[in-house]
């Protein structure tokens, strides 16, 4: 790794401390020569690992994970008309096998519908056959015009989550839909990340879905980032692919669908969300590294301090947590730098005199320095640890709260919206929102939204008055 020159943008600062904290904390590696597409470091490759796992463990509990090619056939990517609309401008074609023109060009999947449904069709025979739960976590391929960013706009999406089921019926679907909610929610939850749930738009739904439902969150600067999509399919592919089951009467039914997916963008609103001036901050359960020992060395007792340091890793080791000793040859400043800026939650410091008197000197990467009894550091850790979550959880949804404003007159909206989201009341009505849209100079995000974080009374419309209008979301997004 190269020499660490500077120091890291203040957060405040947060599109300059973005691409900073990328290479400084050696999450990702910027200089891969094709826009859009960008490396992993084996650093962020192992936060990557462990969120990723916690997705795994919530979709496992009913749904199994299986694998599709990447390349699906142009003639089966042209069947669904919406589908297609929505992707055109966005698909890289393979065309050639060498020198060779390809018979039938070949996609580079935008997400997995037109390469899964046809074979689900041959999967699906009778009702017995349903429902099927399948996910699948794959690389996936945009060419996306609009401004590319590492983690949030990716012409690669290296780590897309797709989920895919099928259902007898529109209400089975529909069930499904809010499992998935409910599913994203803990996920985020465990990464404590405030979540904003809400309907997109009928304009802004997914190509080819009934309706969409979004994940957002709001980032450092205000902007919203989505971090997650559901959405209910209907029976459009169903028709277009023939799945189909037979029912008791013997008759050919069309499915039901859903499907939904989540992105690297989980891990760009970690990062962004819980991150500080000196790096990131990461939660104990996703941290590659928990927990961090720098012994602090008097040269007549150096081996002893040494001694002491390993005997407290392979303690905390055994207990299951992730530790290591920084031992280097270092001023215990720049080790103190060094493991900040990684988000390691706790340090312990242990030198000759926290030996005589029986302690640990305890600081969490939240803040605050505590000297811990050895005698029962394995409970004492928990407890800091536990600490750390509750303080990032906390900080968390206070930005939330300040960056989520109730507007009620809509000459306030543009200035809501330069500093975070505007909560409103519409009705719906699609020139309500160009009129929001154009006041406000950002967008109507979702409607009928669920959160806990501000009152979700029916009101009257910003701009016709209708009553009984839902509160909407408005603001500017990545
Ligand atoms: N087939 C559906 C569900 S799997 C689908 O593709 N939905 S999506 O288009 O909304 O994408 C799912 C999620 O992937 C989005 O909510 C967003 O968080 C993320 N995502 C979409 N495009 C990109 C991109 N270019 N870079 C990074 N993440 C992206
Ligand atoms: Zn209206």
Redesign the pocket.
């Known amino acids: 790794m190269e020499e660490q020159e500077g120091t890291l943008p203040q957060k405040s600062d947060f599109s300059g401390w973005y691409n900073d904290i990328l290479w400084r904390a050696e999450i990702m590696d910027v200089r891969y020569p094709v826009k859009g597409l960008y490396v992993w470091y084996p650093f962020g490759f192992s936060i990557r690992k462990r969120v990723y796992g916690i997705l795994r463990e919530l979709l496992d509990r009913d749904h199994e994970e299986a694998l599709f090619p990447l390349l699906i056939p142009e003639t089966e990517f042209m069947k669904e008309a919406e589908h297609i609309k929505g992707f055109e401008e966005e698909v890289y074609w393979v065309t050639h096998g060498g020198t060779t023109p390809l018979d039938v060009k070949l996609a580079l999947r935008?997400?997995?519908?037109t390469a899964i449904y046809p074979m689900y069709a041959l999967w699906v025979r009778s009702h017995a056959d349903l429902p099927i739960k399948i996910y699948q976590i794959v690389n996936s391929f945009?060419y996306?015009t609009k401004h590319t960013r590492p983690?949030?706009?990716?012409?690669e999406?290296t780590s897309?989550?797709?989920?895919?089921t099928v259902h007898a019926t529109w209400d089975e679907a529909e069930n499904q839909v809010e499992d998935a909610i409910a599913r994203y929610q803990e996920f985020y939850d465990r990464l404590n990340i405030p979540i904003l749930i809400s309907k997109r738009p009928d304009w802004d739904k997914?190509p080819g879905a009934d309706y969409?439902i979004?994940?957002d969150t709001i980032m450092p600067d205000g902007r919203t980032l989505?971090?997650?999509?559901v959405?209910h399919l209907g029976d459009h592919f169903s028709k277009t692919y023939h799945v189909c089951y037979e029912d008791s009467k013997g008759e050919q039914q069309y499915c039901h669908q859903t499907?939904?997916?989540?992105?690297?963008?989980s891990i760009a609103a970690l990062i962004s969300m819980h991150g500080d001036d000196r790096g990131l901050i990461l939660p104990p359960e996703v941290a590659p590294v928990q927990i961090v020992i720098v012994p602090v060395i008097m040269k007549k007792r150096e081996t002893e301090i040494n001694q002491a340091a390993e005997l407290l890793a392979k303690e905390l080791q055994d207990a299951g947590y992730r530790v290591k000793i920084d031992t280097r040859d270092m001023r215990p400043g720049a080790k103190y730098y060094y493991w900040e800026m990684k988000g390691v939650p706790l340090r312990l410091e242990i030198g000759p005199r926290d030996i005589d008197n029986g302690i640990v000197m305890a600081v969490l990467r939240t803040g605050g320095k505590e000297s811990l009894p050895r005698s029962s550091i394995i409970p004492e850790v928990e407890r800091k640890l536990k600490e750390q979550t509750d303080a990032l959880l906390n900080r968390a949804e206070n930005h939330i709260k300040d960056h989520l404003f109730m507007v009620n007159d809509a000459s306030a909206l543009p200035e809501k919206v330069l500093n975070g989201v505007a909560a409103i009341h519409w009705c719906k009505n699609r020139e309500c929102a160009d009129r929001i849209e154009e006041i406000a100079d950002a967008s109507v995000l979702g409607t009928d939204v669920r959160t806990s974080l501000i009152d979700l009374c029916t009101g009257n419309c910003i701009i016709c008055g209708k009553p009984g209008s839902l509160v909407t979301l408005v603001g500017r997004s990545y």
Not at 151 to 155: A, G, K, P, S, T
Not at 160 to 164: D, M, P, Q, V, W
Not at 226 to 229: E, K, L, M, S
Not at 259 to 265: A, D, H, N
């Open positions: 935008p997400t997995s519908e945009r996306e983690l949030i706009r990716l012409r999406i897309f989550k797709e989920a895919h997914f969409t979004a994940v989505q971090i997650g999509t959405h499907c939904y997916g989540i992105s690297e963008r």
